[in-house]
């Protein structure tokens, strides 16, 4: 399918490419000032959260070492499994780092949770979440999330590195999905 074809598939843009890249070097500045003179370690969780790490790391001024994990919830389904995946681990220890974790969204919060724990036990010195977006009437687990980019309705949404079934990564903005595209099927339900 052609990208121009997307139209159709989705009935509002939440945010553009510009908004979000304005709000995340917002939040550049507050990491910068949180990190002075402390080597910090940024995770992204694959693979929704490249558009965000890609964004972000070449925002700050300091020198930003990054680690890739691969979790998955989600599969091809709009809810989440409930069961969280190691697909791939990092590369780098993080015993006695400050490790900052970058998420595309946090939904019902239960990916972030678990990572948080698995990542607690490795003995970092400390452990933050940059997420760029947040559905807070979603949430199941609550998480402690120090920067969040937007909070957003709880809709099932797409773009700027969020799929539904692996498509719509490459949107520019963020877009909510059409349910027609996933068979009228509450999300949330
Ligand atoms: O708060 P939650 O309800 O747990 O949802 C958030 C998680 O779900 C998505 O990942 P997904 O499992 O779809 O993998 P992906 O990043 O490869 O698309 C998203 O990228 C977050 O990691
Ligand atoms: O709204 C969403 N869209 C895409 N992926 C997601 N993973 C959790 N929530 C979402
Ligand atoms: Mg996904």
Redesign the pocket.
Known sequence: MELRDVESDITEILFSEEQIQGRLAELAREIERDYEGKDVLIIAVLK?AVMVLSDLVRELKFHAHIDFMAVS??GSS?K?SGVVRIVKDLDAEIAGRHVLIVE?????GL?LNWLIGNLESRGPASIEVVAM?R?PE?IKEPVDVKYVGYDIPN????GYG???NED?RNVRGLAV?SPHVYGGED?HA
């Not at 595309?104 to 019902?108: A, E, T």
């Open positions: 929704g919830s989600y709009t989440s595309d969204i946090i939904d019902s990916t977006f559905k979603a809709a099932f949404v797409v969020l799929d539904y719509y999905l999300p």
